[in-house]
């Protein structure tokens, strides 16, 4: 049948623009689109339409000021994988993180020490290892006044089970450690403690609502009951 | 283009996407889902969505911004979908002449000029035609779920949904 023979579900094409049609209906619609130039400019037309009222009516709100961090860190970590890896090595790191995405990092972590040089390692690892979220939001946290240089963190919030941070950190001093907390208005909570230094995760003990801030000091090895120095890093929730 | 680098692989073109329509993307969908926790997860997802079929966009088939806040509209419907609810801001029907009618003007991202504009030729609609938008929109409401919680002929949904978007669209993309 010729374009000009077939019928132009002209009709239609409105409530196919706003999502409106029935299943079987956006199904036909859509094949039609698929082969026919008229009509995709005339829902190029509606849509311009529509979106264009829907920015009008968009809510007024600033969003987190770390979104944007999150969503560049998030595929700039991707682009460092892909270069340096090979096809198998991309399909593989790719799969979805399963349930203990935890665990499920810090073997990608010792892959990744094994498999990279030195200079690159240090340059893309944190990169990496954000990569390796595949299902869930990152918060970036900010570094704060008496943070070492190149401290940098973010917060994964899975969309099931427990929140967990991603660190690059210094090696804390003897009887020292790194402590997360969860800060519910002003009141600080332990939410988990790292000797580590270099890139590692804590994941965080203590429940994470909306509105919390997440924060790291450097208290003894044993652990605080409330923070002894000032944030290194902190981000809100 | 902005939309080629980013399906180069650039991740910075990412944040210049996001520093242009990062906002109304955001406001969008803080309408669309129950609260801003909702939103920012949902535009993470939306600007991934992105990421993965930007080789996809056809500039001859639409603006960036279209583009862009149709993925964002699809990844809040999904999201509606798998968490099984529309969300605690689901849209009721007394509500629904408010939602276009009373569109909260964002300056930062809309020309003023050209957002009262918008704004009138929304507000000139015919208000069964202006809810019937309002539902499907926001509310993500199929014209058969309209009709039967409006106790409306289908018939008469659709023709209102069809005359809406008709009137929208002489006074939107013809007067550019």
Same mark, same amino acid.
């Given at each position: ?92 790191? &790719? *799969? ?7 665990? %499920? /990092? =810090? ?6 020490? #094994? +498999?990279? !040089?030195? &200079? *690159? ?7 990496? %290892? /954000? =990569? ?6 990152? #918060? +970036?946290? !900010? ?10 963190? %973010? /917060? ?82 | ?176």
């Amino acid at each position: 049948m010729s374009m000009a023979e077939e019928r132009h579900p002209t009709e239609d094409l409105p409530a196919y623009t706003l999502g409106a049609l029935d299943e079987a209906e956006r199904i036909a619609v859509a094949a039609h689109l698929e082969t026919c130039d008229r009509c995709a400019h005339d829902l190029a037309q509606f849509e311009d339409a529509l979106y264009e009222a829907a920015a009008v009516g968009a809510v007024r709100a600033d969003p987190p000021r770390d979104l944007r961090t999150g969503i560049v860190l998030r595929h700039r970590a991707r682009v460092a994988r892909s270069t340096e890896w090979g096809t198998r090595a991309r399909e593989w790191l &790719a *799969r979805p993180v399963p349930l203990a995405v935890p665990l %499920a /990092l =810090a073997v990608l972590l010792v892959l990744s020490f #094994v +498999a990279v !040089g030195t &200079a *690159r390692r240090e340059a893309d690892t944190y990169a990496r %290892a /954000l =990569a390796g979220v595949a299902d869930g939001r990152v #918060v +970036a946290l !900010g570094p704060q006044k008496n943070a070492p240089a190149d401290a940098r963190g %973010a /917060l994964v919030i899975p969309r099931s089970g427990d929140a967990y941070l991603v660190l690059e950190l210094s090696s804390p001093p003897n009887g020292k450690a790194w402590e997360a907390w969860v800060i519910k208005g002003q009141r600080p909570v332990a939410a988990g403690l790292s000797g580590s230094g270099g890139l590692f995760t804590i994941v965080l003990s203590a429940p994470l609502g909306a509105g919390d801030v997440v924060a790291i000091t450097l208290e003894p090895a044993v652990g605080s009951s409330a923070p002894t120095s000032d944030p290194v890093l902190a981000g809100g929730t | 283009m902005l939309v080629e680098r980013i399906a180069a692989g650039n991740a910075e073109a990412l944040g210049d996407l996001y520093d242009r329509y990062g906002r109304v993307a955001f406001g969008m969908l803080y309408r669309m889902l129950p609260g801003p926790e909702a939103a920012e997860e949902v535009t993470q997802d939306a600007f991934h969505a992105v990421w993965r079929r930007a080789d996809s966009y056809r500039p001859e088939r639409g603006r960036v911004r279209t583009w862009l806040l149709a993925i964002c509209r699809n990844a809040a419907i999904d999201w509606r979908r798998t968490r099984g609810k529309r969300g605690e801001r689901e849209v009721s029907f007394d509500a629904a002449p408010e939602l276009l009618a009373d569109a909260k003007v964002d300056e930062q991202v809309v020309d003023a000029l050209r957002a009262e504009r918008v704004r009138k030729a929304v507000a000139e609609l015919p208000a069964e035609q202006r809810d019937v938008l309002s539902l499907a929109f926001w509310g993500g409401y199929s014209q058969s779920e309209i009709a039967a919680r409006t106790n409306t002929p289908l018939g008469t949904v659709k023709s209102r949904v069809r005359l809406g978007m008709t009137k929208l669209r002489e006074r939107l993309v013809d007067e550019r």
